[in-house]
C-alpha cells in the first residue's frame, strides 16, 4: 500500500554521507521533525535527476526555506557513496540533505519503488515529492510520466506550501 496523506512516515534506517564515512540514520529522526520536504529520483547521476529535479531545489532553496521548511532532502535507491558524490558534483552544500536508500527499505516501506530492469536499473524509487509536518504526509505528488518532474521538482512544492 502507498503512503498517503496523514499517514506517518516509516522509521527504517537509511544512510548519509558524512565526513567519517557512510552513516546510519532513523528516518523518523532526520524527516520527523518540523516541516520537511522530501523528495525522490530514480537514480544519482541520471539525465532528469541531475539536470532537473536536484538543480531545482538547490535553485529554489532559500524560496523553500522563506515558507517555513525546516529540511530538504533528496533520497534515492543508491549508496552513500553515490550520493555523497552526486550531492559533491552537483554543489548542494548545506542546501539539500542527500539520502541513500541502499537496499530500498524505506522506499518499500512507502510502497513507492518502481521495476527499473528494463533500463538495467533494476529497483528503484518512484520520483516523487513529499511535505511532512513532524513526520505526518501532509502532501505528496507522485510523477507518472517518466523524465517529468511537473508533480515534484521545487516549483510544485512551492506552490504546495
Given amino acids: 500500500m502507498t503512503i498517503a496523506v496523514g499517514d506517518t512516515i516509516p522509521d527504517v534506517t ?4 558524512t565526513a567519517s564515512g ?3 540514520i532513523q528516518t ?3 524527516l520527523g521533525t518540523g516541516t520537511t520536504v522530501l523528495f525522490a529520483v530514480p537514480g544519482a547521476f541520471t539525465p532528469t535527476c541531475s539536470d532537473f529535479h536536484l538543480p531545482s531545489y538547490i535553485l529554489r532553496n532559500e524560496e523553500l526555506r522563506a515558507k517555513g521548511v525546516d529540511t530538504i532532502a533528496c533520497l534515492s535507491v543508491n549508496d552513500a557513496f553515490v550520493m555523497g558524490a552526486w550531492g559533491e558534483q552537483q554543489g548542494v552544500g548545506d542546501s539539500v540533505m542527500m ?3 541502499g537496499n530500498g527499505d524505506f522506499t518499500r516501506a512507502l510502497g513507492l519503488e518502481m521495476d527499473g530492469s528494463g533500463f538495467g536499473l533494476g529497483t528503484r524509487s518512484q520520483r516523487y515529492a513529499m511535505i511532512l509536518r513532524d513526520g505526518v504526509v501532509e502532501m505528496i505528488s507522485i510523477e507518472t510520466a517518466g523524465g517529468s518532474i511537473e508533480k515534484s521538482g521545487a516549483e510544485a ?4 506550501l
Avoid: K, N
Avoid at 512544492?157 to 504546495?160: G, R
Fill in 99 to 101: 539520502l541513500a536508500d
Fill in 157 to 160: 512544492v512551492l506552490a504546495a
Fill in 14 to 17: 537509511i544512510r548519509t554521507m
Fill in 28 to 30: 523518523a529522526e532526520i
Fill in 22 to 24: 557512510p552513516t546510519p
